[in-house]
Structures are given as C-alpha cells and as structure tokens.
T-cell receptor
Framework: GEDVEQSLFLSVREGDSSVINCTYTDSSSTYLYWYKQEPGAGLQLLTYIFSNMDMKQDQRLTVLLNKKDKHLSLRIADTQTGDSAIYFCAEMNYGGSQGNLIFGKGTKLSVKP | KAGVTQTPRYLIKTRGQQVTLSCSPISGHRSVSWYQQTPGQGLQFLFEYFSETQRNKGNFPGRFSGRQFSNSRSEMNVSTLELGDSALYLC????????????FGPGTRLLVL
C-alpha cells in the first residue's frame, strides 16, 4: 500500500546541518516533495524532486533521492532558528489516470541557539 | 499581487449538514489543490484542479467533491458532514501542474458538532 514514513522529531544546534529522512513505499512515485509548516503559519512548498533525479540543490537545501531504497532526505545547511518548523515529505504516485499525493506525518525540527 | 484567499475562515456546522468552501487563487494561476489537516490523520490531499478539470485525487469518499470555475476559483463541498470532518482545509494555487512554486491560503477551519 501507499505509505510515507518520517521520524517525528529532530533537534540540532544553530549552525549545524540538519538531515530529515523519509521513506516511501510506492515505486511508481513520480514526484517527491518537501513542505514546511512553521508554528502559527501556513504551509509552504519547499522543493520537489522528480523521480529520475538523484539530487537537487537549492541554496541551503539539498534533496537526495535513493530510488533503490525508496529513501528521500532533506539536508539543511547552516541551520538557523528560523528553520524550526514541521517538515512534511510527500510522494505523488499515479495508480491510475490520476495522481494521489501521500504525506508523511511530519518531522518537527527544533533548532537550539 | 494578492495571495490565495479562502472563505470563510471559520465555520461551525452540525452533523448531517453540508458545507461549501471557496478558494480564490493568485491571479494567473490555473491550478488549485485542496488539502485536509487534522491532528489525528495529519495532512491529506483531497484533489487538484487545472483548467476546470480534476487532474489528481486523494482517497476521500464521494461526500467530498470539488469544482473549478473558468476564472480558476475553486470550491469544495462536503455533504452529510461527520464529526471526523472537523479539520483545517487548505487550498493552494500554482501556475500549472507539478510547479516548483505553490502558494497556500490561510485555510478554513471547520468544526462539526
């Protein structure tokens, strides 16, 4: 079945790198996404990676995709207190003619000064 | 440029009633997606519309339906409300399908009594 798993919590020190991991089950996934939700704020699409890519970098964010292990990670370099938020991983898979976006439960990132 | 607007922002209904929520995308955006967020189930994808056609769909019962108008505004309807439909309903808009940039509205918080 469709399932996306993430660890629930991650705590890092300001200035360190954060790595948030995600595993998914559906090998037919086409796009894999990372979203960010800050306390009291709305949801934000951070980035996505197409399933035929291994890596994508955007400023402090690096997304790594291991299709063989169905593992996705988000690395945040030089983590700041403003990065404290819940990060959701999601996969888009097409079982039929339409796609379904499946979310993980979210990883709460706490950044300590 | 105005952001994504959702109306109403808060709503209280009773079981068995129906509700219609509205989402106005950013001008020029043709894709609108809907999501449900609850403490128990987390984030779930409802559907995505593009050019008045439903392109992607999550695993929700037929009580949940949506539509998109020629001006890209979208509505979602929930019939025969259940207590479990109490949630924050988010919509997001983007220029097209699978865009890198997606903008979320503030959400409509629905309480079903």
């Amino acid at each position: 079945g469709e399932d996306v798993e993430q660890s629930l919590f991650l705590s890092v020190r300001e200035g360190d790198s954060s790595v948030i991991n995600c595993t998914y089950t559906d090998s037919s996934s086409t796009y894999l996404y990372w979203y960010k939700q800050e306390p009291g704020a709305g949801l934000q699409l951070l980035t996505y990676i197409f399933s035929n890519m291994d890596m994508k970098q955007d400023q402090r964010l690096t997304v790594l995709l291991n299709k063989k292990d169905k593992h996705l990670s988000l690395r945040i370099a030089d983590t700041q207190t403003g990065d404290s938020a819940i990060y959701f991983c999601a996969e888009m898979n097409y079982g039929g003619s339409q796609g379904n976006l499946i979310f993980g439960k979210g990883t709460k990132l706490s950044v300590k000064p | 440029k105005a952001g994504v607007t959702q109306t109403p922002r808060y709503l209280i209904k009773t079981r068995g009633q129906q509700v219609t929520l509205s989402c106005s995308p950013i001008s020029g955006h043709r894709s609108v997606s809907w999501y449900q967020q609850t403490p128990g189930q987390g984030l779930q994808f409802l559907f995505e519309y593009f050019s008045e056609t439903q392109r992607n769909k999550g695993n929700f019962p037929g009580r949940f339906s949506g539509r998109q108008f020629s001006n890209s505004r979208s509505e979602m309807n929930v019939s025969t409300l259940e207590l479990g439909d109490s949630a924050l309903y988010l919509c997001a808009s983007s220029l097209g399908i699978a865009e890198e940039t997606q903008y979320f509205g503030p959400g409509t918080r629905l309480l079903v009594l």
